[in-house]
């Protein structure tokens, strides 16, 4: 068994060289069923945006915006603010956002299999009290029970995918997440096409098939192994070693096993993972915690994803239309992600970052000259600018889907050491839907105010987002998950914050 000495900063032995094992089908499945956990998130942000442009549920909860909404001469940018309307869509996130947290010690204390089955249980409760769903309070508590759903799977899911994939594939196999919950999206406007020529109770079957993907995300979370590290983590070594040498399809896992089992040991030694993660060696870890989903949706994405009907119809696109045009952007976000898996472990995490981080700022500016000059306030566009709206939103979601989308949670679940690497996980997610959250709740208010100006407030935030991955994120693709700690000692800004032991 390949030796070697560490200390509190890490692991003090680089063994990446020697390790060992394939690409095995085992792995493969395993992340496939765990990925699963990605479609929950993403059929809710899909459904989401085409459900509160119906008229049976607008009708029904929000009749307040349905009459605006069938007012002739309604401003455009303000025909859909209403912050019932989005305490409806934003809810859930608060919700994630706390349970988030709470999923931290499940997640280290009774594995990641845990976290994902009980976010299952909650979120397909959820679906099915939203689609039975007969007043405001029984609308709400369906959302708040998705929301922990949520909270549980998107904390446990990239854990999990990192630690099951061999280092040379991590950032793809990670990425079955983002695919999945791309794939969420893509499915939840096909569905909301359809539902929408059910008349007034479409909305009720919107909601409620957001209970299939739960269920698949329950039952295969009951058959998933558990990770090698979460096992030796909580002091099962043996049934690790061979966990490690089933996904590897080897016998000889001695160095990746020996970097476990340090890892695991100085895991064993903190007592308060939220406390020891504020400390200097794990300062880059924790800023990347934050910015990275901070930016992630401060691209403006889940604004497009969650009302691109609403916002499809505020342009003037009929009902039909937009929930069509919605349609076509999940079907170019799915896609992206798979160009991105093809290529995230060849070109590395920053290049696709940066690559991406300038198309969508073109395109934002672009958004913001069309809709400025041409879209006012009771106006409608013109069937040409029409089309090159969708077309330019279509580019803007390309380029996100082969860079923020996935790698703003692959590159945080694959940085921290084991210690803290649920917590730091749980800080993600956290901060992920905070932001989803104060998004989801101001943006209608936000576009009624910026009217056009709002796509180049997002602009000017992908900017920043851009210049802050060349300054700051070093390259993680190809590194062991144990070895981390190592890049940041290396990196021109970090090394000086990080110590050396």
Same mark, same amino acid.
Request: glycine share 10%; hydrophobic share 50%.
């Given at each position: 068994?390949?030796?070697?000495?560490?200390?509190? &900063?890490?692991?003090?032995?680089?063994?990446?060289?020697?390790?060992?094992?394939?690409?095995?089908?085992?792995?493969?499945?395993?992340?496939?069923?765990?990925?699963?956990?990605?479609?929950?998130?993403?059929?809710?942000? &899909?459904?989401?945006?085409?459900?509160?442009?119906?008229?049976?549920?607008?009708?029904?909860?929000?009749?307040?915006?349905?009459?605006?909404?069938?007012?002739?001469?309604?401003?455009?940018?303000?025909?859909?603010?209403?912050?019932?309307?989005?305490?409806?869509?934003?809810?859930?996130?608060?919700?994630?956002?706390?349970?988030?947290?709470?999923?931290?010690?499940?997640?280290?204390?009774?594995?990641?299999?845990?976290?994902?089955?009980?976010?299952?249980?909650?979120?397909?409760?959820?679906?099915?009290?939203?689609?039975?769903?007969?007043?405001?309070?029984?609308?709400?508590?369906?959302?708040?029970?998705? &929301?922990?759903?949520?909270?549980?799977?998107?904390?446990?899911?990239?854990?999990?995918?990192?630690?099951?994939?061999?280092?040379?594939?991590?950032?793809?196999?990670?990425?079955?997440?983002?695919?999945?919950?791309?794939? &969420?999206?893509?499915?939840?406007?096909?569905?909301?096409?359809?539902?929408?020529?059910?008349?007034?109770?479409?909305?009720?079957?919107?909601?409620?098939?957001?209970?299939?993907?739960?269920?698949?995300?329950?039952?295969?979370?009951?058959?998933?192994?558990?990770?090698?590290?979460?096992?030796?983590?909580?002091?099962?070594?043996?049934?690790?070693?061979?966990?490690?040498?089933?996904?590897?399809?080897?016998?000889?896992?001695?160095?990746?096993?020996?970097?476990?089992?340090?890892?695991?040991?100085?895991?064993?030694?903190?007592?308060?993972?939220?406390?020891?993660?504020?400390?200097?060696?794990?300062?880059?870890?924790?800023?990347?915690?934050?910015?990275?989903?901070?930016?992630?949706?401060?691209?403006?994405?889940?604004?497009?994803?969650?009302?691109?009907?609403?916002?499809?119809?505020?342009?003037?696109?009929?009902?039909?239309?937009?929930?069509?045009?919605?349609?076509?952007?999940?079907?170019?976000?799915?896609?992206?992600?798979?160009?991105?898996?093809?290529?995230?472990?060849?070109?590395?995490?920053?290049?696709?970052?940066?690559?991406?981080?300038?198309?969508?700022?073109?395109?934002?500016?672009?958004?913001?000259?069309?809709?400025?000059?041409?879209?006012?306030?009771?106006?409608?566009?013109?069937?040409?600018?029409?089309?090159?709206?969708?077309?330019?939103?279509?580019?803007?979601?390309?380029?996100?889907?082969?860079?923020?989308?996935?790698?703003?949670?692959?590159?945080?679940?694959?940085?921290?050491?084991?210690?803290?690497?649920?917590?730091?996980?749980?800080?993600?997610?956290?901060?992920?839907?905070?932001?989803?959250?104060?998004?989801?709740?101001?943006?209608?208010?936000?576009?009624?105010?910026?009217?056009?100006?709002?796509?180049?407030?997002?602009?000017?935030?992908?900017?920043?987002?851009?210049?802050?991955?060349?300054?700051?994120?070093?390259?993680?693709?190809?590194?062991?998950?144990?070895?981390?700690?190592?890049?940041?000692?290396?990196?021109?800004?970090?090394?000086?914050?990080?110590?050396?032991?």
């Amino acid at each position: 068994m390949a030796g070697g000495s560490f200390g509190h &900063g890490g692991l003090a032995m680089e063994r990446a060289g020697q390790y060992q094992g394939k690409v095995t089908a085992y792995v493969i499945i395993a992340c496939f069923v765990a990925a699963i956990g990605g479609s929950i998130f993403g059929y809710d942000i &899909g459904i989401s945006g085409g459900v509160t442009s119906m008229d049976g549920f607008l009708e029904r909860f929000f009749k307040e915006v349905y009459r605006k909404k069938k007012s002739a001469h309604e401003n455009n940018y303000c025909k859909f603010n209403n912050q019932e309307l989005a305490a409806f869509t934003s809810s859930l996130y608060l919700a994630g956002l706390v349970s988030s947290l709470l999923a931290s010690p499940v997640t280290r204390n009774y594995g990641r299999r845990a976290s994902i089955i009980s976010g299952g249980v909650s979120f397909f409760v959820g679906a099915t009290l939203n689609a039975l769903a007969v007043n405001m309070a029984m609308l709400i508590l369906g959302r708040i029970l998705l &929301g922990v759903g949520i909270g549980f799977g998107n904390q446990a899911v990239p854990l999990y995918l990192s630690e099951m994939a061999p280092a040379h594939l991590r950032g793809a196999l990670n990425m079955m997440f983002q695919l999945a919950t791309t794939l &969420g999206i893509f499915t939840a406007n096909m569905v909301n096409y359809g539902t929408q020529k059910l008349g007034n109770w479409g909305w009720r079957v919107s909601l409620g098939l957001a209970a299939v993907p739960a269920l698949m995300m329950t039952v295969g979370g009951i058959f998933l192994p558990e990770t090698p590290n979460n096992l030796v983590e909580r002091g099962f070594k043996e049934r690790g070693r061979k966990g490690l040498q089933k996904i590897r399809g080897t016998k000889n896992v001695d160095a990746e096993f020996q970097d476990i089992v340090d890892a695991s040991a100085i895991s064993s030694a903190i007592e308060h993972p939220f406390e020891n993660i504020f400390e200097n060696r794990n300062r880059p870890q924790l800023v990347m915690a934050i910015f990275m989903p901070m930016f992630q949706i401060l691209t403006g994405i889940n604004s497009i994803l969650f009302y691109a009907p609403v916002l499809f119809q505020s342009m003037g696109f009929g009902r039909n239309a937009s929930l069509y045009s919605s349609a076509i952007t999940g079907a170019v976000l799915a896609s992206s992600t798979l160009i991105s898996m093809a290529i995230v472990d060849r070109l590395g995490r920053r290049a696709l970052l940066i690559s991406g981080g300038i198309q969508m700022i073109i395109c934002q500016v672009i958004l913001a000259i069309i809709l400025g000059v041409k879209l006012g306030d009771n106006q409608e566009l013109s069937k040409d600018f029409s089309i090159l709206v969708v077309i330019v939103i279509c580019l803007f979601v390309l380029a996100f889907g082969w860079s923020w989308g996935p790698l703003g949670w692959t590159v945080p679940s694959e940085i921290f050491p084991l210690e803290t690497r649920s917590a730091g996980q749980s800080i993600t997610v956290a901060v992920n839907l905070l932001f989803t959250f104060i998004i989801g709740q101001f943006f209608l208010s936000l576009l009624c105010a910026f009217k056009f100006g709002i796509f180049l407030f997002f602009a000017g935030w992908i900017t920043l987002m851009t210049i802050f991955v060349y300054v700051f994120l070093p390259e993680t693709k190809g590194v062991p998950i144990e070895e981390m700690t190592f890049l940041w000692r290396k990196h021109w800004f970090w090394k000086r914050i990080v110590p050396e032991y």
